[in-house]
């Protein structure tokens, strides 16, 4: 049915039942928040859409073009046509891109049941025009003011009458009339012309600045000449003592009939700024996808035998997070990133110990194990998906309470969806193409244009919007600005994004131009096709990244160079016996006195460390290394360090008589028992870490005189599941569960609308009551209609006390229950005949 055939409907409820079920379901898949809980009827979904949670709700989902076109039928008459609201939209000249988008638009605030009736009464739902229409507390967007008759309602009628006689028009006998002769003036084109042609140019120059508003304007209690004449004439009318309005009519006049200064109906382009190579933006993106792996395992190496302790108020200190970040060698708000990426793929969180601390989950360990292309598609679909957002760290929550990384308030619902979309703009340009980040924003802001609150002159859409480019790039789903081919198989987008976006504008069955649908151009994946998705982001990405070595090169200045990254064991190995000097492409290890001691405290030998280096080293050993791993395990264990508080002894007095002599040990206060053995205060860590600092190699034992081996204990916390998201609203329903709401909606609804008999003296029931008979009447009435098939209007309360109205169709009535096909369920159902409050026929139309 085109929109001049619509039949008038004297109410949006009206409206809503002459829909077919397709654009019911579409209404609830646009506003999710409509179907929870599934109405009971129609009339209570039309009650439903127009309150003003959910009409500001979906007010903030529409796009520039979209919201315009609903101020311009704020600021229309009530109800407008078509042909004025294309007036309002692309003013007295026309305007052929606005004349082309806006039948789109305005079918979107149909489906959205923004607006409803045809062509020739188009209605704004009552709360959309309460929220756009302009007053003196709301301005609105479009600058116009108040109507003539609004701005003259409290006017007394000799000063109406004083107005009408100042622009040539015959006096009238009411202010009702003399208002509509002053509104058919101020909207006769030719007349007003020719009133404005009589006005000088000093209050003409007024008028121009407050045509685009704000229409108010301050005067004084003796207001000059050219205010006067322009007061006179109605083109200013007072609103309040030294407040003056510009009438709505005047506005429309001077601005050639437009409601806004600039339609946006074309959403600004997003193009390619810069193209490379497609490989070339896949390799880049590849190592830093491989970067992404090696930062998060180092960070939680560092973190293996517990982390930072966390804070009362949850969250890691500044402290913390400055270490972490020097750590790491990033920026801290890199650092920030790299730890909330962690913690939302579950791969640390606090252990829930009484010193409760930050550490590395059982999941950490799963991981490990994966190949690293899992391991990267495990950390990419957290961070999309997740609603936590590093960016806000640092900053201010609203009881101005700094925000900390891993702490509460960071959660941001709007994150997945902007995170989505950008990615999804990407997807659009050519493979390579890297668009510039305001040509982005500059989208987002035209799509969402009322989205959050502004900070630093942004909002939180477009704050968003830049942390997921820069994030997008940190983690490897872009390289160079462009979405690689693994990002682009992640969101499931096509192979062909020219073709794909050029099939989306122009494809069949195409109702709304691309700009105008409620949805992005790439729809979120269900579970299985995310799954799919992401398998193949893996095999993409898998040959890319680097193998793991199973060698390194050692150098004669007692370094090792990985010119890649390690197997496993191997790099474990590597980072207990040297110490990481610079990382990059290749990795460097250092090779110290205190890095060979470390090994050795962990329980290798000298001939260990020989073998080891031997097997994974691609050149030979230098000697300079060969030496100092011999001289530290010569000095290694010589001394032994116990408990007594703590002793250390040796079976060479003249090493303990040189330490008795050291000014360095005289904080140690040691003294003799034996000609082998020293005795001290301190504790044996104590002990240990002030001969190491003297120079020497003591080696811990325990109480039956055995070395102890010092290997790094690894702490777990106990299995966490990874943060939930925190959802934006209701979730989008599936197609099943709207099918579902669709035919409960359409039964209910039959079963409150259904025409009903008369009961012979019994005043007929009111919209929502349930229908009341007696025991008796309402079994003869059951059983009268399983003899001739006739469907009954009844009333039912079911065990939990909820009443309902359902059409029934009785098949049977036997020891207390009536069995029927149940029109409202869609499904035979068997009632208990003492919980139905009353029975009523159907008319026979």
Do not use: C
């Given at each position: 049915m085109s929109t001049e055939d619509r039949p008038a409907h004297r109410s949006l409820a009206e409206a809503l039942r002459a829909r077919d079920d397709a654009s019911l379901a579409a209404l609830l898949r646009s506003r999710p928040?409509?179907?929870?809980?599934?109405?009971?009827?129609?009339?209570?979904?039309?009650?439903?859409?127009?309150?003003?949670?959910?009409?500001?709700?979906?007010?903030?989902?529409?796009?520039?073009?979209?919201?315009?076109?609903?101020?311009?039928?704020?600021?229309?008459?009530?109800?407008?046509?078509?042909?004025?609201?294309?007036?309002?939209?692309?003013?007295?000249?026309?305007?052929?891109?606005?004349?082309?988008a806006l039948p789109g638009a305005l079918a979107v605030l149909r489906e959205q049941a923004l607006v409803w009736g045809g062509d020739d009464r188009l209605r704004l739902v009552r709360t959309a025009r309460e929220l756009l229409s302009p007053s003196a507390q709301h301005p609105s967007p479009t600058g116009l003011g108040p109507t003539v008759r609004e701005a003259t309602a409290g006017m007394s009628p000799g000063r109406i009458q004083e107005i009408v006689t100042a622009v040539g028009l015959p006096s009238t006998h009411d202010s009702v009339s003399a208002v509509d002769a002053l509104t058919a003036l101020f909207t006769d084109r030719g007349r007003m012309a020719a009133l404005l042609a009589g006005v000088p140019e000093e209050s003409r120059e007024v008028l121009t600045r407050l045509v685009w508003g704000p229409p108010y304007g301050q005067v004084t209690a003796e207001p000059a000449a050219h205010l006067r004449r322009l007061l006179d004439r109605g083109l200013l009318l007072p609103t309040a003592?030294?407040?003056?309005?510009?009438?709505?009519?005047?506005?429309?006049?001077?601005?050639?009939?437009?409601?806004?200064?600039?339609?946006?109906?074309?959403?600004?382009?997003?193009?390619?700024?810069?193209?490379?190579?497609?490989?070339?933006?896949?390799?880049?993106?590849?190592?830093?996808?491989?970067?992404?792996?090696?930062?998060?395992?180092?960070?939680?190496?560092?973190?293996?035998?517990?982390?930072?302790?966390?804070?009362?108020?949850?969250?890691?200190?500044?402290?913390?997070?400055?270490?972490?970040?020097?750590?790491?060698?990033?920026?801290?708000?890199?650092?920030?990133?790299?730890?909330?990426?962690?913690?939302?793929?579950?791969?640390?969180?606090?252990?829930?110990?009484?010193?409760?601390?930050?550490?590395?989950?059982?999941?950490?360990?799963?991981?490990?194990?994966?190949?690293?292309?899992?391991?990267?598609?495990?950390?990419?679909?957290?961070?999309?998906?997740?609603?936590?957002?590093?960016?806000?760290?640092?900053?201010?929550?609203?009881?101005?309470?700094?925000?900390?990384?891993?702490?509460?308030?960071?959660?941001?619902?709007?994150?997945?969806?902007?995170?989505?979309?950008?990615?999804?703009?990407?997807?659009?340009?050519?493979?390579?193409?890297?668009?510039?980040?305001?040509?982005?924003?500059?989208?987002?802001?035209?799509?969402?244009?009322?989205?959050?609150?502004?900070?630093?002159?942004?909002?939180?859409?477009?704050?968003?919007?830049?942390?997921?480019?820069?994030?997008?790039?940190?983690?490897?789903?872009?390289?160079?600005?462009?979405?690689?081919?693994?990002?682009?198989?992640?969101?499931?987008?096509?192979?062909?994004?020219?073709?794909?976006?050029?099939?989306?504008?122009s494809g069949p069955g195409d109702k709304l131009p691309v700009h105008h649908r409620p949805h992005g151009p790439l729809e979120p994946l269900s579970p299985t096709e995310q799954a799919v998705a992401t398998a193949t982001a893996v095999r993409l990405l898998a040959p890319l990244l680097p193998p793991p070595l199973d060698h390194v090169l050692l150098q004669a200045d007692l370094t090792a160079v990985a010119p890649g990254p390690l197997e496993r064991p191997l790099a474990d190995m590597l980072g207990v016996l040297a110490d990481?000097?610079?990382?990059?492409?290749?990795?460097?290890?250092?090779?110290?006195?205190?890095?060979?001691?470390?090994?050795?405290?962990?329980?290798?030998?000298?001939?260990?460390?020989?073998?080891?280096?031997?097997?994974?080293?691609?050149?030979?050993?230098?000697?300079?290394?060969?030496?100092?791993i011999d001289d530290v395990a010569r000095k290694h264990g010589h001394l032994r360090v116990g408990a007594a508080s703590a002793y250390v002894r040796c079976d060479d007095d003249a090493v303990l008589n040189e330490i008795l002599a050291d000014k360095r040990a005289a904080a140690l206060r040691l003294r003799r028992l034996a000609p082998t053995v020293l005795a001290t205060q301190a504790d044996p860590p104590t002990l240990l870490a002030g001969l190491r600092a003297m120079g020497y190699a003591p080696a811990a034992e325990s109480a039956e005189g055995d070395v102890v081996i010092a290997r790094a204990h690894a702490h777990r916390t106990p299995p966490r599941t990874a943060p939930e998201p925190v959802p934006e609203g209701p979730p989008t329903p599936d197609a099943m569960l709207l099918s579902a709401a669709v035919r409960a909606i359409r039964a209910g609804d039959l079963a409150a609308t259904a025409p009903r008999k008369p009961s012979g003296d019994a005043a007929p029931a009111a919209y929502g009551d349930l229908p009341r008979t007696s025991a008796a009447e309402t079994l003869a009435t059951v059983?009268?209609?399983?003899?001739?098939?006739?469907?009954?209007?009844?009333?039912?309360?079911?065990?939990?006390?909820?009443?309902?109205?359902?059409?029934?169709?009785?098949?049977?009535?036997?020891?207390?229950?009536?069995?029927?096909?149940?029109?409202?369920?869609?499904?035979?159902?068997?009632?208990?005949?003492?919980?139905?409050?009353?029975?009523?026929?159907?008319?026979?139309?």
């Open positions: 928040d409509l179907v929870t809980p599934v109405p009971t009827d129609l009339t209570q979904l039309a009650t439903r859409a127009g309150t003003r949670a959910s009409v500001l709700r979906a007010i903030e989902r529409l796009d520039r073009f979209t919201l315009q076109t609903a101020e311009a039928l704020a600021v229309a008459g009530d109800p407008a046509t078509y042909d004025e609201l294309l007036g309002l939209m692309a003013g007295d000249q026309g305007d052929a891109a606005v004349a082309a003592p030294g407040t003056v309005v510009l009438p709505r009519e005047v506005a429309l006049h001077l601005r050639e009939g437009r409601a806004h200064r600039t339609p946006e109906a074309v959403p600004p382009p997003v193009e390619a700024a810069t193209t490379h190579r497609p490989d070339m933006v896949d390799a880049t993106a590849a190592g830093q996808a491989h970067t992404a792996l090696a930062t998060v395992e180092e960070l939680l190496r560092e973190w293996d035998e517990g982390g930072p302790a966390v804070l009362r108020a949850g969250g890691l200190s500044v402290r913390d997070l400055k270490r972490t970040a020097v750590a790491l060698d990033v920026p801290e708000p890199i650092a920030a990133f790299w730890v909330e990426l962690a913690y939302a793929g579950g791969l640390l969180a606090a252990d829930a110990e009484a010193d409760e601390r930050y550490a590395a989950t059982p999941a950490y360990d799963e991981w490990l194990e994966q190949p690293p292309a899992d391991r990267w598609a495990r950390l990419a679909q957290a961070w999309l998906t997740a609603t936590r957002t590093p960016g806000l760290i640092g900053g201010r929550d609203a009881k101005d309470r700094t925000l900390s990384a891993l702490g509460p308030g960071l959660d941001r619902s709007a994150a997945p969806e902007v995170r989505h979309r950008v990615l999804s703009l990407l997807a659009l340009l050519p493979e390579g193409g890297a668009p510039s980040a305001e040509a982005v924003l500059a989208r987002l802001r035209w799509e969402r244009p009322l989205r959050g609150p502004r900070r630093d002159g942004e909002d939180l859409r477009s704050r968003l919007a830049r942390w997921t480019l820069s994030e997008a790039e940190l983690l490897g789903v872009t390289g160079r600005g462009a979405l690689s081919a693994h990002g682009r198989a992640l969101l499931g987008a096509p192979a062909e994004p020219v073709a794909a976006q050029a099939a989306e504008s990481v000097e610079s990382k990059g492409g290749a990795t460097v290890y250092r090779f110290t006195p205190t890095s060979v001691r470390r090994a050795l405290d962990a329980g290798r030998s000298a001939v260990d460390l020989h073998a080891f280096l031997a097997a994974h080293s691609r050149t030979p050993v230098p000697q300079p290394l060969a030496y100092l059983q009268a209609a399983v003899l001739t098939g006739e469907s009954l209007w009844i009333g039912y309360v079911n065990a939990d006390g909820a009443a309902s109205q359902r059409v029934i169709a009785p098949i049977r009535v036997e020891g207390g229950f009536v069995t029927a096909y149940d029109h409202t369920a869609d499904e035979v159902r068997t009632y208990p005949l003492h919980r139905v409050t009353g029975v009523a026929e159907l008319a026979d139309d």
